[in-house]
């Protein structure tokens, strides 16, 4: 069975960073895009960043320029490294594989259970 796990959530104080990591699991034999996106209370979860197996990446308006994403395709792990962070990055932070290929089949889209972010002031 292939899963998401992330890691690296916690409480940052304002101006701090975090890093996060998110690593499949399972027989995979590829994942087209990995992704973070995040869902604060009572919002809608929106994508804060992605990359393709390629290195391609999106941003959302909101972190570009203090956050950065990367991808080890070898361990099928991707990391989001956010500096700067503000109270308005609280959310719980989730994990994203988009076009899994694996030894169980296709999976579109693949979530993994989130981690909590948050940010005092």
């Known amino acids: 069975q292939v899963q998401l796990a992330e890691s690296g959530g916690g409480l940052v104080q304002t101006g701090g960073s975090l890093r996060l990591s998110c690593a499949a699991s399972?027989?995979?034999?590829?994942?087209?895009?990995m992704g973070w996106y995040r869902q604060a209370p009572g919002k809608q979860r929106e994508l804060v960043a992605s990359i393709t197996s390629g290195g391609r990446t999106n941003y959302a308006d909101s972190v570009k320029g203090r956050c950065s994403i990367s991808r080890d395709n070898a361990k099928n792990t991707v990391y989001l490294q956010i500096d700067s962070l503000k109270p308005e990055d609280t959310a719980v932070y989730y994990c994203?594989?988009?076009?899994?290929?694996?030894?169980?089949?296709?999976?579109?889209?693949?979530w993994g259970q989130g981690t909590q972010v948050t940010v005092s002031l």
């Open positions: 994203n594989a988009a076009g899994l290929r694996g030894r169980s089949g296709y999976r579109s889209d693949l």
């Open positions: 399972g027989s995979i034999f590829s994942i087209n895009a």
